[in-house]
């Protein structure tokens, strides 16, 4: 048992002693954290103390509540810059982190989308990975390629960023992509996927890629962990008001 704080004040101490504990990996994201009693009990405070220093590093993400469990460690937010396209590879090495990728299927489609715009009996490669960023699972990408632009293309060449392989191997250059982004809960089936309790929120991106002069590359559907996201913008002069482009969801 740790002891009694002295000299500064038992609120700044064990916020400080908490606080070290998760940015020092000894609890890693998504392992659950000391409860208010084991708090108490380990620093000798109240458990009135031990539930205030708690609630700050929730409110302050360090740490999550889920109803029924308990504590636990918060996943780290990654931006998603709505301006442009960025590697998820590239982004968690940004943040100093390890990414991972786990390809989940990979095969010729068998269902090709329409916005792909495929000419009869063309192929297309339809992929599922999972995105990991320190061992934690937060993206679940489902993916059509239009074979005829990257042949050849091979399982393993998935495990990293794809964005890069394009470039590097096939020379192709990605001009953009259209999107629309909206909030969905996780079934059973996509909550496993990303190790969360179904229901959970998440963040749906469906959109199309193109090359140069719109000529479409891919079409996805991908999920991203709610808890583990913000999305990022940044905003110009103040303009004035105008019909807003969006469509109805039925």
Request: charge should be positive; aromatic fraction near 10%.
């Amino acid at each position: 048992m740790n002891q009694p704080f002295a000299r500064k004040p038992l609120y700044q101490k064990l916020n400080q002693e908490l606080r070290k504990s998760i940015t020092s990996g000894q609890y890693p994201p998504g392992q659950q954290f000391l409860s208010e009693r084991q708090v108490a009990e380990q620093f000798s405070v109240s458990r009135v103390t031990a539930n205030k220093v708690l609630a700050s590093l929730v409110g302050e993400g360090l740490l999550e509540f889920r109803k029924g469990l308990g504590t636990f460690v918060a996943a780290p937010k990654y931006d998603y810059n709505l301006r442009s396209l960025v590697s998820f590879t590239a982004m968690v090495d940004a943040h100093k982190g390890r990414p991972e990728t786990r390809v989940l299927v990979f095969r010729q489609a068998r269902e090709i989308p329409k916005s792909l715009e495929v000419a009869p009996m063309e192929a297309c490669y339809y992929m599922e990975r999972l995105r990991c960023a320190n061992g934690l699972p937060v993206i679940l990408e489902r993916r059509w390629v239009r074979e005829r632009f990257c042949p050849g293309l091979t399982k393993a060449e998935l495990k990293g960023s794809i964005y890069e392989l394009w470039a590097r191997k096939y020379f192709l250059s990605v001009a953009g992509a259209e999107q629309t982004i909206r909030a969905v809960l996780l079934n059973p089936e996509e909550a496993a996927a990303l190790e969360c309790p179904v229901a959970s929120a998440g963040l749906l991106n469906t959109s199309t890629g193109y090359l140069q002069d719109r000529v479409p590359l891919w079409f996805e559907q991908t999920l991203y962990r709610g808890d583990a996201y913000e999305f990022f913008n940044r905003l110009g002069t103040i303009e004035q008001p105008r019909p807003a482009e969006g469509r109805l969801i039925r």
